[in-house]
């Protein structure tokens, strides 16, 4: 019976003190206490840096069994810079080279320090001007490339950001490497309802979904705010969309694992997204059948 997980992206943010956290909340206390409400969660934090050893093992050890962390591969491991916004085309995605393979050999020996709590590891490509790569097949023979440089015990799903990429030779390479389509909703890119509408998106035994939104809608929604309280509440409705994200998460998940995770910028409050999207997945599940009864009574 396929597992499915739902979560946030990070669970740090200050202004969840109060209308999720309760009044006082110190940064130490809020993962175990986040732990107990939700099953997964997706470690922003990493796509900037890798953690320290010594959090991850905090990590695994203030969450109860069964808990899964996700997180991102930081970009310095697939992009070689800490900036996405200045690529050298000749590191993009070249796990061989020298620099690059000894950086994510060390985060990904990192990552096993949360043990059976390490969830998928996420590849968040930025959008690739030409400059990068001159066109699909470009990105596609060097993304096929690199995730053969990565171990296959590891799962990965993959992230892009150009609308010209989501094609079935994409999926192709996924599936040739065992790593998962991360299905985003983010603004430049077509709802991911709609990307399965056309495409077969499963690439692996699990999917990977992501409610980003629209950040400058948000951002703009929100700006009069005070920090303390800049995201915790919705702000944007987003029914219609997480109807037809309940949709596609039950279809995908009659078959297939899932990681369902949901940002701020999605709505304004990303507790409150995640909660209500797993309602209504839930609420749409077929109702319990009753016992079978045994004939020898």
């Not at 700006?223 to 995908?252: C, I, M, N, Y």
């Not at 694992?257 to 507790?271: E, I, K, L, M, S």
Request: hydrophobic share 40%; aromatic share 10%; net charge neutral.
């Amino acid at each position: 019976m396929p597992t499915l997980r739902f979560g946030t992206s990070s669970w740090s943010e200050k202004s969840w003190v109060g209308p999720f956290y309760p009044a006082g909340t110190k940064p130490a206390a809020m993962l175990p206490f986040y732990a107990q409400h939700f099953d997964t969660v997706e470690v922003d934090s990493t796509y900037y840096r890798s953690p320290s050893w010594d959090m991850l093992r905090r990590w695994h050890d203030v969450t109860p069994p069964g808990f899964v962390l996700a997180s991102k591969m930081p970009t310095e491991c697939f992009l070689g810079s800490d900036d996405p916004r200045q690529l050298d085309p000749e590191q993009v995605l070249c796990g061989d080279h020298q620099r690059l393979g000894s950086v994510i050999s060390a985060h990904l020996a990192g990552i096993t320090q949360l043990k059976a709590k390490a969830g998928p590891v996420v590849i968040q490509l930025p959008w690739m001007h030409r400059d990068t790569f001159a066109g699909r097949e470009a990105f596609l023979r060097r993304l096929d490339e690199y995730l053969g440089y990565l171990p296959r015990d590891v799962r990965i799903a993959v992230e892009v950001r150009n609308r010209e990429y989501l094609h079935d030779e994409l999926l192709d390479v996924l599936r040739k490497h065992g790593a998962a389509l991360v299905l985003s909703e983010v603004r430049g890119m077509p709802p991911p309802a709609d990307v399965a509408d056309q495409l077969n998106v499963l690439t692996t035994g699990w999917f990977y979904a992501r409610l980003i939104g629209d950040r400058s809608k948000v951002e703009r929604l929100t700006k009069d705010r005070p920090p303390a309280e800049r995201f915790g509440s919705v702000v944007l409705d987003q029914s219609a969309s997480l109807g037809r994200w309940a949709h596609l998460v039950r279809t995908l998940a009659s078959s297939a694992d899932g990681f369902v995770y949901a940002n701020n910028h999605y709505a304004g409050y990303g507790v409150e997204t995640i909660r209500q999207l797993r309602a209504l997945v839930e609420a749409a599940q077929d109702p319990p059948q009753p016992p079978t009864t045994d004939p020898q009574g």
